[in-house]
């Protein structure tokens, strides 16, 4: 099965708050990562989070980290239309493994 | 500056042509690492390069070859490829290959194979 797992779609409406989710299976993973991927684009490091913290906050970014449950949320407050995207989580036990990647719709 | 540059952004080639893919940083990166991303799918490990010594091949066909001239820059030698091949290839950088290391990732490659 996947290291990483990922819903594959989300859709919001603007202005609403997005949360996308992550679930992960090896506890040994140090850091946790999110990236955005716009249509044609390569990976854009969007935030991580080190393993011995809960909650990192960045402007309209919350990442939540349940370590106990190997669970990882990113929020994204006031979700605009440039928001829409495919968001890939990832951890970095080993070799970066990456989730399949949750797709964003922000409707207007 | 954490850029990743790429070229080039899109590359067309027949099954019988020879092209190179490079990547290059310069923020004194010692380890680099090539993907291959397909459509709707996440980005597949390739290579792993650090301090310009392939560290890590993921079984790659030896129709992708890579080369790490220098510290910097990191090409990718393609040969006979098949039409499968075509994908999305994205090279990224870390400051070292531990696992605390962040990535950061170029643009990418478009590459159809025809």
């Known amino acids: 099965g996947e290291d990483v797992e990922q819903s594959l779609f989300l859709s919001v409406r603007e202005g609403d708050s997005s949360v996308i989710n992550c679930t992960y299976t090896?506890?040994?993973?140090?850091?946790l990562y999110w990236y955005k991927q716009e249509p044609g684009a390569g990976l854009q490091l969007l935030t991580y989070i080190f393993s011995n913290m809960d909650m990192k906050q960045d402007q309209r970014l919350t990442v939540l980290l349940n370590k106990k449950d190997k669970h990882l949320s990113l929020r994204i407050a006031d979700t605009q239309t440039g928001d829409s995207a495919i968001y890939f989580c990832?951890?970095?036990?080993?070799?970066?493994?990456f989730g399949a990647g949750t797709r964003l719709t922000v409707k207007p | 500056d954490t850029e990743v540059t790429q070229t080039p952004k899109h590359l067309v080639m027949g099954m019988t042509n020879k092209k190179s893919l490079k990547c290059e940083q310069h923020m004194g990166h010692r380890a680099m690492y090539w993907y291959k991303q397909k459509a709707k799918k996440p980005p597949e490990l390739m290579f792993v390069?650090?301090?310009?010594?392939?560290?890590i091949n993921e079984s790659v066909p030896s129709r992708f070859s890579p080369e790490c001239p220098n510290s910097s820059l990191l090409n990718l030698h393609l040969h006979a490829l098949q039409p499968e091949d075509s994908a999305l290839y994205l090279c990224a950088s870390s400051q070292g290959l531990a696992d605390q290391e962040t990535q950061y990732f170029g643009p990418g490659t478009r590459l159809l194979v025809l």
């Open positions: 390069y650090s301090y310009e010594k392939l560290s």
């Open positions: 990832a951890e970095s036990a080993n070799d970066m493994r």
């Open positions: 090896d506890s040994s993973s140090t850091y």
